[in-house]
């Protein structure tokens, strides 16, 4: 069984049966013989498909966010928008994939020769619970309007969102088993990866479980996509806007309580504005509402699991304990559930628990710096290598972006996931990409074909 306890209360919101292994069985081998069938839509059919599942969702909003406030305790208002985004996601993939996808004609000794790009099969989406509808249809969609199948297992924490999902390709009509629901217990996944009807796995979560996956989808020699933890930088200079600074970075910080891979963890700010823009942001921060997630004014919902809140509660303490100072929050709350506050540490150095080790909650760390190249070198000393921010004018901006050892980085302004561009990272931030034209290319087998002389 698959045990859900609301993050809101601590208490048991349900349970619901998980798949056994000749269930799994029964929907991989279902899914095969959909992909028969679903390779051969042409790109209007898949797309006519697409749009009617975004069409179903923005007809079904609050239905649909409601599942994600009470599993994982995301704030109604943010539930709702990110049901949005992920009918965007659908939509973008429906009327771009063609052109994404379209033969490309390269010069050779061959009459004619190009790159054609066809789907591979069934494809794993190991799935984490902090963007239940956006992670799904990010890995989706690209994924079904390149002409694979999908298989998705999702978090055990949120098996509603993964029932509501699963239930808007039946609610689709034909053709059936293209999204299938894989409620599976953990140690189930790695059979998962090793069935041979499946051909590629996206995993998004944690380094240590992508290395287990990644290990053991190289072992099949099956290629992955891996989306993993961020300890990303903001960086602050002199010259910058601080008041927009503040802004983003406050909303980037305590967006989905701070538990979100690209948020803002470790701001880095030039010495000459530290004090102003660290009066800003505390101004900013002291004003957000934390509170029941189903609230319309709720700002910081509660942090999803007991384990997790209790992980920021042990970096806040080490932190301090090192030599940091507490501006605001830094103490779990005396109320149900499994809340903690938004903190701003400040007086913190780059070798503290909280700037070595992803921070999954509302905490804003703080730490000085003399200039840019110091900024610079702090925000690559790290193991992760996933987004950055940086707020200066937009020409030196721009330069300082090839130094940065990211995937992403955004010059004035936050850092956010868009169908249209490219995401993922470096080092132990993954591998691969995800979104845009490139992220729909991951699972696609790249055929080159060479035509000799036409023959008479």
């Known amino acids: 069984m698959l045990s859900v306890i609301n993050p809101t209360t601590g208490q048991t919101l349900y349970e619901k049966p998980s798949l056994d292994k000749a269930g799994m069985e029964q929907r991989i081998e279902a899914s095969y013989e959909a992909w028969q069938s679903w390779r051969k839509f042409s790109f209007a059919d898949r797309a006519a498909v697409l749009t009617k599942v975004a069409r179903i969702m923005r007809e079904s909003v609050d239905m649909l966010a409601m599942p994600m406030t009470e599993e994982m305790g995301k704030p109604i208002k943010e539930a709702r928008a990110e049901v949005i985004k992920a009918a965007w996601c659908a939509e973008h993939y429906a009327e771009h994939a063609e052109e994404y996808l379209s033969p490309k004609t390269l010069p050779s000794d061959a009459s004619h020769s190009y790159v054609q790009h066809l789907p591979i099969g069934p494809v794993l989406g190991v799935l984490p619970w902090n963007a239940p509808f956006w992670l799904a249809f990010r ?4 994924t079904l309007m390149a002409g694979n199948t999908c298989l998705m297992k999702h978090d055990p924490h949120v098996p509603g969102c993964a029932e509501a999902i699963a239930g808007l390709f039946k609610q689709a009509g034909i053709p059936d088993n293209i999204m299938q629901n894989l409620p599976l217990q953990t140690p189930e996944v790695e059979a998962a990866i090793r069935h041979p009807r499946v051909q590629a796995v996206s995993f998004t979560g944690s380094g240590k479980a992508g290395g287990i996956v990644a290990s053991v989808a190289a072992s099949e020699i099956k290629p992955s996509v891996l989306e993993l933890g961020g300890s990303d930088p903001a960086i602050v200079l002199a010259d910058a806007d601080l008041e927009a600074a503040a802004d983003a970075i406050t909303l980037s910080r305590i967006i989905n309580a701070g538990q979100s891979c690209i948020a803002a963890k470790r701001i880095i700010v030039e010495d000459a504005v530290h004090d102003s823009f660290v009066a800003k942001l505390k101004l900013r921060l002291e004003k957000l509402k934390m509170g029941d997630p189903k609230d319309e004014s709720t700002d910081i919902g509660p942090i999803a699991r007991q384990d997790l809140r209790d992980n920021l509660d042990r970096q806040v303490r080490q932190t301090l304990d090192a030599g940091g100072r507490c501006l605001l ?14 903190t701003l540490l400040v007086d913190v150095n780059n070798e503290m628990l909280a700037c070595r080790e992803e921070t999954f909650g ?23 290598g996933l987004a950055a921010s940086i707020w200066t004018n937009a020409e030196r901006g721009e330069a300082m972006a090839r130094e940065i050892m990211a995937g992403q980085v955004v010059v004035n302004g936050i850092v956010k996931t868009d169908p249209r561009l490219p995401s ?17 290319m991951e699972f696609v087998n790249t055929q080159q074909v060479w035509v000799g002389p036409k023959t008479e």
Do not use: M, Q
């Not at 993922?424 to 992220?439: T, V």
């Open 424 to 440: 993922g990272g470096i080092k132990h931030s993954g591998f691969g990409r995800e979104l845009g034209p490139h992220g729909i």
């Open 139 to 142: 890995f989706c969609a690209p």
């Open 329 to 342: 929050g830094g103490e779990i709350p005396e109320r149900d559930g499994f809340f903690y506050p938004v």
């Open 362 to 384: 509302p905490i804003a760390v703080v730490i000085k710096v003399s200039d840019a190249d110091e900024a610079i070198n702090i925000a690559n000393d790290t193991e992760y």
